[in-house]
């Protein structure tokens, strides 16, 4: 098998994260929920997951980094806490339904900056000339369909020019790409444990430029006697009990992104793409690629449906992702809605040689 799907979900991980999923299910309790020795050594490592992730995001205070379910779970706590319903909101045109389903559940006024693939200038022209009056942006580092690096220090820049509050869809680029909380002074940051970071899946993490609104509320470990929810990050987010084994996973996960370094990481998937666009360069596919492009490409089949096509990978152990892959916003902008795409997506354990056995199925199919 040649997992090629990593965008949506990193399957090959560092063994250092089942061991540690492994070892929390046997000795560690719920942290603030007991002062014995289960309870106190899943506190502690609750704490050094915190403390990793700011050192990686440049958050400067650990109790900012609030662990959610996934991203969607920490976008929609970023949306509600900015958005009130009808409010004008800029949003680049590769968003995903993470973003755009609880916006329009909101009856968000939505401001889309940004249509032409890999043109960076064109989104910035673009959210240049929409962010004045709006109550928010939301902007992808990566778009999860066509892998195209959007501009974000430049759209921050901006969004502190005009003071709208910025919310930054880290799905694609944590662990890849540089995330910087403190460069661009965002109001959240959101991104999954179970893609770049490598963690197990029902993880995710939000970073809170600003205090932000509870999503959930119930009980937190502190302030018992309140009927409302603490003040104080992290607790005023995260009402219940944590997913204690999924975030001792993302600590190994992330302690591993640290130590091999997100510019290698990034380095090493970026050939990989490059091989893969070299082997299919003749190829009758037709390829969705743009200058600094992260490890995603998408592509259609000249006499194969998205799915038909994913479909014949899968039965000669390819695995791949077809379809809209919950971002018509991105396929609308790049013109493939009505079709969808084949995704391939890289990740840190893929081999050259994979990806050229894999160029050749993908040029046997397509021909």
Known sequence: MIYLDSAATSLLKPIAVEQAVLRAMRTMASPGRGSHAPAMLAA??????????AELFHVPDPERVVFTMNATHALNI???????PGAAVVLSGFEHNAVTRPLHALGASLRIAGRRLFDREAVLADFERLLPGAAAAVCTQVSNVFGFVLPIDEISELCKLNRVPLIVDASQAAGILDVDMARWDAAFVAMPGHKGLLGPQGTGLLLCGETGEPLLYGGSGSESRLQRMPE???????????????????????????????????????????VLLDELADSPLELFSGPEQAGVLSMRFPRLDSESAAQRLAERGIC???????????????GTLETGTVRLSFSPFLTEGQIRQSARVLRQLAE
């Open 320 to 334: 791949v992702r077809a379809g809209l892959h919950c971002a018509p916003l991105a396929h609308q902008s790049a």
């Open 232 to 274: 104080e990050l992290p607790d005023r987010l995260e009402a219940g009990t944590h997913n204690v084994c999924g975030i001792a996973g993302l600590l190994a996960g992330i302690r591993f992104v640290r130590e091999r370094g997100t510019a290698a990481i990034l380095a090493h998937e970026r050939r990989l793409l490059a």
């Open 44 to 53: 502690e490592t609750v704490l050094d997951c915190r403390e990793a992730a």
């Open 78 to 84: 970023a949306i509600r806490s900015l958005v009130r």
